[in-house]
Structures are given as C-alpha cells and as structure tokens.
C-alpha cells in the first residue's frame, strides 16, 4: 500500500513540475482532469466503485480471508 502511495505521490508532483514548465500554473493539469472527471461524472463513479470493490477483495483474499 505504500509503494503505491509513493507512486501515485511521485505521479502527482511530476504531473505538476511538469505543468508549471509549461508556461501554466502547478494545477493546470489537475484542472483539466477535474473539468474531466465533471463531464462524466457516471463513468467516474462506476469506475471509482468498480476498484474499490476488486481491491478489497484482492486485500481479503491476500489474508486468507477466502
């Protein structure tokens, strides 16, 4: 959980140095992702509940809960 964490930390800071060296603002990408995630906003849900159910049964099943 923590490498994951790492990556998506590491992920999110390059997106933003990234943004801010091309003539815009740290947060240019993330708004562009927000107008995004707002203009379908059922997809973003489905899929939200989609890996939030695979990944707790992928915790359950890596502690012998199955």
Same mark, same amino acid.
């Given at each position: #959980? @923590?490498?994951?964490?790492?990556?998506?930390? =590491?992920?999110? %800071? &390059?997106?933003?140095? =990234?943004? +801010?060296?091309?003539?815009?603002d #740290? &947060?240019?990408?993330? $708004? @562009?992702?927000?107008?995004?995630?707002? +203009? $379908?906003?059922?997809?973003? %849900?489905?899929? +939200? %509940?989609? %890996?939030?159910?695979?990944? &707790?049964?992928?915790? $359950?099943?890596?502690?012998?809960? &199955?």
């Amino acid at each position: #959980m @923590g490498q994951a964490l790492f990556a998506v930390g =590491f992920v999110a %800071i &390059f997106l933003a140095l =990234f943004g +801010s060296t091309e003539h815009n603002d #740290m &947060f240019y990408l993330y $708004r @562009g992702l927000g107008e995004w995630m707002a +203009s $379908r906003m059922e997809l973003v %849900i489905g899929s +939200s %509940i989609l %890996i939030l159910v695979a990944g &707790f049964y992928y915790w $359950r099943m890596q502690g012998g809960d &199955f």
